[in-house]
């Protein structure tokens, strides 16, 4: 199961590419985020599952994504938001606190748009910690088997 400390263990081990940012406000959504960074800046990590497996996707968290067209595009039939307990059971994290770490063998795919920004900010299990990490360490860190650009696919 993914822990806190393991994030900031893998932040330390990165201090050029990452760092964990320590806060007050519980960071459940984009309001409460607002409130401690950039939020254009913020990449969010959905559970997905679909005719051919479970994924993660990691997108730009500034709208909601047209689940129907992405799967179409990314090649995956009948995709759908894990239900709670699967991504407990499947990653260790929480929804609404699931980051792009530690993911226990689920696939990625990655929204090109975040790597418009040298950092992004990402859950880390613990709603008072967040991630400030670079996009390119969220890929050389994961198994991608596939890219999109969420602008394509926003509502």
């Known amino acids: 199961m993914v822990s806190f400390e393991q994030i900031k263990q893998f932040a330390e081990l990165h201090p050029n590419q990452a760092r964990i940012i320590e806060h007050e406000v519980a960071i459940v959504d984009l309001e409460s985020g607002a409130k401690v960074f950039d939020i254009t800046k913020a990449a969010a990590t959905y559970i997905v599952e679909s005719k051919e497996g479970m994924f993660a996707v990691v997108a730009s968290a500034v709208g909601h994504l047209k689940w129907r067209q992405l799967g179409r595009a990314l090649g995956l039939h009948q995709i759908h938001l894990a239900s709670p307990e699967m991504v407990k059971e499947r990653t260790g994290y929480d929804v609404g606190t699931v980051g792009p770490l530690f993911l226990n063998g689920v696939r990625m795919f990655f929204d090109n748009r975040l790597l418009e920004h040298d950092m992004v900010y990402c859950g880390t299990e613990d709603t008072r910690h ?26």
């Open 130 to 155: 967040t991630l400030a990490i670079a996009p390119k360490l969220i890929i050389d860190s994961n198994d991608i088997v596939g890219y999109f650009n969420s602008d394509d696919y926003l509502k």
